[in-house]
């Protein structure tokens, strides 16, 4: 009710909402935000967060986040917005909260020589995988292709084992191979219709 009156108050807002389809799945949307947020509160006020808990929270609040995407995405594509319109505005807005951020805990701007060039290479990493994401939401159900993104897990663990020496556990060799059956039974596609390899690469890019 509260978050309805506020819609009410700006008439030109409730009406941009309204015409991208938003209106509707916002308060589910709050709902389940606010409630992640109590829940890790109530940890914190039990004494009983310690950093892998708090990690783990974290975690599933940002996997839940980011598979919402969708959720937002379509809306706007449907109402006429392209591709690089929608992460245009979806990364100026973050920057803006971030800067906000930044600034109440009073966070220094300046970058050293050194952070440049890390901070260009994971930019254009990051910018490319959104992309990557958000285009094969035209070419695949975006439930499937936010199902297969986080494959990237496997991906990590593969790179760690490569590159740096990390042990695979035979755990973790056990859920790379699940993850990787998993893809296999979704290239399948929706009533036997398989998607194109190009379909499957975009999102693998991506993740």
């Known amino acids: 009710m509260y978050y309805t009156t506020v819609f009410l108050q700006y008439p030109r807002l409730f009406a941009l909402i309204r015409k991208i389809k938003l209106y509707y799945q916002l308060p ?17 006020e039990a004494k009983i967060m310690n950093n892998k808990t708090k990690g783990f929270i974290y975690g599933a609040i940002a996997a839940a986040s980011y598979g919402m995407n969708p959720l937002f995405a379509l809306p706007l594509y449907a ?91 035979t755990i973790t060799a056990f859920s790379i191979l699940l993850a990787l059956s998993g893809i296999a039974l979704l290239y399948k596609g929706v009533r036997n219709n398989p998607y194109s390899p190009l379909d499957i690469i975009f999102v693998l890019l991506s993740s």
Not at 112 to 141: E, Q
């Open 79 to 169: 109402a006429g917005m392209s591709v690089d319109t929608v992460l245009f505005y979806r990364y100026f807005f973050a920057a803006i909260v971030l800067g906000i951020l930044m600034k109440m805990q009073h966070q220094s701007f300046a970058l050293h020589k050194a952070d440049v060039l890390p901070l260009v290479i994971m930019g254009l990493l990051f910018s490319f995988s959104s992309l990557l994401l958000f285009m094969s939401y035209n070419y695949m159900d975006a439930g499937i292709a936010s199902t297969i993104l986080f494959v990237y897990p496997v991906m990590v663990a593969v790179i760690m084992g490569i590159f740096f020496q990390e042990q695979i556990s």
């Open 28 to 44: 589910k949307l709050l709902f389940i935000i606010c409630k992640l947020r109590t829940f890790a509160r109530h940890f914190q």
